[in-house]
């Protein structure tokens, strides 16, 4: 294998492990094996087992965090659907990424990588809060809502998405689709005006 081949090989097989056993469940000895090479080719290429790890996260971080943002980013949608329809895709992006790779989430939920003290899918929440707050804005405010109160909107609403997630990875019903239609149906109707049936408006 070239190097970046085997770096590539090495960080699919530890994302596989640290997803089964976690950081500390896991040892060099064991990635060596899976991977089919010696511990020195992972000191090489990482440094150390937490180096890999490190890489793993910061990976998964990347894709994650990327499919939100690609799910936030189009302005081609009338004003009056702008909000909503954004929100449906933000859910839909986290539970496809759930869904595809499941490894990839088990590992962003748990131990913090050291240079993510705080954890890696904590950090990746409050780069989408940002996000959403900076995109409903003007929806709060035309609403009547100040600033302070879109913040912290921004938060229950990611927050929202975010334990449904949790809870969906293992779950895995019903159908991406129709919790993400709920989860909006709740975050834009309220308890009092849930709908028995909601659809999602975005059908791309």
């Known amino acids: 294998m070239t190097g970046p081949q085997r770096r590539s090989q090495l960080i699919g097989v530890g994302r596989g492990l640290f997803a089964l056993r ?63 329809v954004l929100v449906e895709r933000a859910a839909l992006a986290l539970l496809s990424y759930i869904e595809d790779r499941t490894d990839g989430f088990r590992i962003l939920m748990r131990d913090a990588p050291p240079t993510q003290p705080e954890g890696a899918f904590a950090t990746l929440l409050s780069h989408v809060t940002a996000r959403v707050e900076h995109i409903l804005a003007d929806e709060f405010a035309r609403r009547g809502f100040t600033p302070a109160d879109g913040a912290m909107y921004a938060q229950m609403l990611v927050g929202m998405v975010a334990m449904t997630g949790q809870w969906w990875q293992e779950s895995r019903t019903p159908d991406k689709r129709e919790v993400a239609a709920h989860l909006v149906n709740l975050a834009w109707n309220g308890l009092t005006g849930l709908q028995k049936d909601p659809e999602l408006r975005n059908e791309d």
């Open 22 to 84: 976690g950081l500390d469940g896991t040892t060099i000895e064991e990635i060596a094996a899976a991977a089919g090479v010696s511990k020195p080719v992972i000191y090489e290429h990482f440094g150390s087992k937490e180096g890999l790890y490190t890489r793993v996260v910061e990976c998964e971080f990347r894709i994650l965090l990327t499919a939100i943002n690609d799910a936030l980013s189009d302005d081609a949608l009338p004003d009056d659907a702008r909000p909503r």
